[in-house]
């Protein structure tokens, strides 16, 4: 199974539409992958909390039509990393305060609209599994203020070469709360799938915790992370594709670039089978 990473680097000057339009240029440079992941929040900002606003659609909306008809013309599965998801309700509340978030009445949980919301498509461009961010970041700021926390653990089969292959879906800060992966595993997952907006002084956690992550729960792991300056934050880059072992498959720097890498699904069960830790498992 081959699995491209786009790690989009990008500054605060450039405008949604340009950044649309290049993320999807870039996907369709990857013919020979099965499965192509962009960054968490890359039509905005992860830390640009202003910018959420102006970025916040439906699923139906502009950016995610712009990556359907990139996996289609791809023929590639695409997870297209994570936008601010908004109800119509949401986005209207928006509208009235000129798309600023930090305008917006305080609403308890559950009464928000908007979410952190990573998107999978397939091939021929149809949406086939949405995940919604469980941990919010930001310490009762950020999104935890704002966004809706996601609730459910999400696998996602997909078919590659007549075999089919379970992603786990998660995003950057879940990335620390080991139970998730651990459920994810539980619920057949191979391969984790992990986009992030994770900044540059917190970046050996990432390497880290993508490592861990995959060495634990003897899974491959997808970790795909941004790059660039945007809202007064250097981001950490570094993205990364990982066996089961934990070995380094691929991995960026920290500027804008693409990685790629083969991961044997065979060789994920081996793995659990030649070494079976998980089946000492007491908690």
């Known amino acids: 199974m081959r699995i491209s990473g786009i790690q989009l680097g990008y500054d605060d000057h450039e405008t949604l539409a340009d950044r649309v339009v290049r993320a999807a240029d870039l996907v369709r440079t990857q013919h020979s992958s099965d499965l192509i992941v962009l960054p968490e929040l890359w039509p905005s900002s992860g830390f640009g909390y202003r910018s959420w606003g102006p970025a916040a659609q439906t699923l139906d909306g502009p950016i995610v039509t712009a990556m359907r008809a990139a996996a289609r013309d791809t023929g590639a599965h695409l997870h297209?990393?994570?936008?601010?998801?908004?109800?119509?309700?949401?986005?209207?509340?928006?509208?009235?305060?000129?798309?600023?978030?930090?305008?917006?009445?305080?609403?308890?949980?559950?009464?928000?609209?908007?979410?952190?919301?990573?998107?999978?498509?397939?091939?021929?461009?149809?949406?086939?599994?949405?995940?919604?961010?469980?941990?919010?970041?930001?310490?009762?700021?950020?999104?935890?203020?704002?966004?809706?926390?996601?609730?459910?653990?999400?696998?996602?089969?997909?078919?590659?070469?007549?075999?089919?292959?379970?992603?786990?879906?998660?995003?950057?800060?879940?990335?620390?709360?080991?139970?998730?992966?651990?459920?994810?595993?539980d619920a057949g997952a191979e391969v984790f799938v992990v986009p992030a907006a994770w900044p540059a002084p917190r970046v050996d956690h990432w390497s880290l915790l993508a490592r861990a992550r995959a060495a634990e729960d003897f899974c491959a792991m997808v970790a795909v992370n941004t790059a660039g300056f945007h809202a007064k934050t250097q981001m950490g880059g570094h993205s990364v594709i990982l066996d089961a072992s934990a070995s380094v498959l691929a991995e960026a720097g920290p500027d804008e670039s693409i990685i790629t890498a083969d991961i044997d699904i065979e060789a994920i069960h081996s793995r659990r089978t030649s070494f079976p830790a998980l089946g000492d498992r007491r908690l």
């Open 80 to 185: 297209m990393g994570s936008l601010i998801e908004g109800t119509p309700e949401a986005l209207e509340r928006l509208a009235s305060v000129d798309h600023d978030v930090k305008r917006l009445p305080e609403l308890p949980d559950g009464e928000r609209g908007l979410w952190n919301t990573s998107v999978l498509i397939d091939p021929a461009g149809e949406i086939i599994s949405v995940y919604r961010k469980i941990h919010r970041f930001g310490f009762g700021n950020g999104e935890p203020k704002l966004l809706e926390a996601g609730e459910d653990i999400v696998t996602a089969p997909i078919e590659v070469d007549g075999r089919t292959v379970t992603l786990g879906l998660a995003t950057c800060y879940d990335l620390r709360f080991p139970e998730q992966f651990r459920a994810l595993l």
